[in-house]
T-cell receptor, first 119, second 111 residues
Framework: GAVVSQHPSRVICKSGTSVKIECRSL??????MFWYRQFPKQSLMLMAT?????????EQGVEKDKFLINHASLTLSTLTVTSAHPEDSSFYIC???????????????FGQGTRLTVV | QKEVEQNSGPLSVPEGAIASLNCTYS??????FFWYRQYSGKSPELIMS????GDKEDGRFTAQLNKASQYVSLLIRDSQPSDSATYLC???????????FGAGTRLFVKA
């Protein structure tokens, strides 16, 4: 099955520092990856859609200068939380879509998630 | 604003019973629908996808889709305590690959 690897699984950082989260598709190519944020007992909120070789599309209310997304290859997308603050503490999850399965197949597979704590 | 609505629960069923989870969506043009299971502290895992009206069965799971009523459901037969989790309904919005998630229904299966 499709495997998406996300790293790190857990990170604690000081307020004001930046944190980079990696999302890799291990056994398929992903032209499109998605970044979600989930606060406790809430659903997944889409932050941005990451497209290989082009700029990410951010959802309304998500600061593109604070959440930097880079999708430089067909198997890797990164999310950098810049100048992190305690309110950025959350569970960040990526998902990826297998480009080889065609436009009608829209199943996406999730990484393990990254629990970010900003102190 | 595209929306996906689910009853937050918790839904409690005895072991061996059928659990029925429901979901409605607002985007009438949506064609792709998914059910994910999420254990506490973990990321979601895909259970079922459904694209056509009617029923789709996979083991103990049956997804049902009614596009006219904008309604998707998931039935879990012979529920097990290990099925206890939050079940997320997800709908791909018309145009592109963006997927909107419902808030999830917490299911408890009592042994």
């Amino acid at each position: 099955g499709a495997v998406v690897s996300q790293h790190p699984s857990r990170v604690i950082c000081k307020s004001g520092t930046s944190v980079k989260i990696e999302c890799r598709s291990l056994d398929f190519q992903a032209t499109t990856m998605f970044w979600y944020r989930q606060f406790p007992k809430q659903s997944l909120m889409l932050m941005a859609t990451s497209n290989e070789g082009s700029k990410a599309t951010y959802e309304q209310g998500v600061e593109k200068d604070k959440f930097l997304i880079n999708h430089a290859s067909l198997t890797l997308s990164t999310l950098t939380v810049t100048s992190a603050h305690p309110e950025d503490s959350s569970f960040y999850i990526c998902s990826a879509r297998d480009a080889a399965k065609g436009v009608m197949n829209t199943e996406a597979f999730f990484g393990q998630g990254t629990r970010l704590t900003v102190v | 604003q595209k929306e996906v609505e689910q009853n937050s629960g918790p839904l409690s069923v005895p072991e061996g019973a059928i659990a029925s989870l429901n979901c409605t969506y607002s985007d009438r043009g949506s064609q792709s629908f998914f059910w994910y299971r999420q254990y506490s502290g973990k990321s979601p895992e895909l259970i079922m996808s459904i694209y056509s009206n009617g029923d789709k069965e996979d083991g103990r799971f049956t997804a049902q889709l009614n596009k006219a009523s904008q309604y998707v459901s998931l039935l879990i037969r012979d529920s097990q305590p290990s099925d206890s989790a939050t079940y997320l309904c997800a709908v791909k919005v018309t145009g592109g690959f963006k997927t909107i998630f419902g808030a999830g229904t917490r299911l408890f299966v009592k042994a």
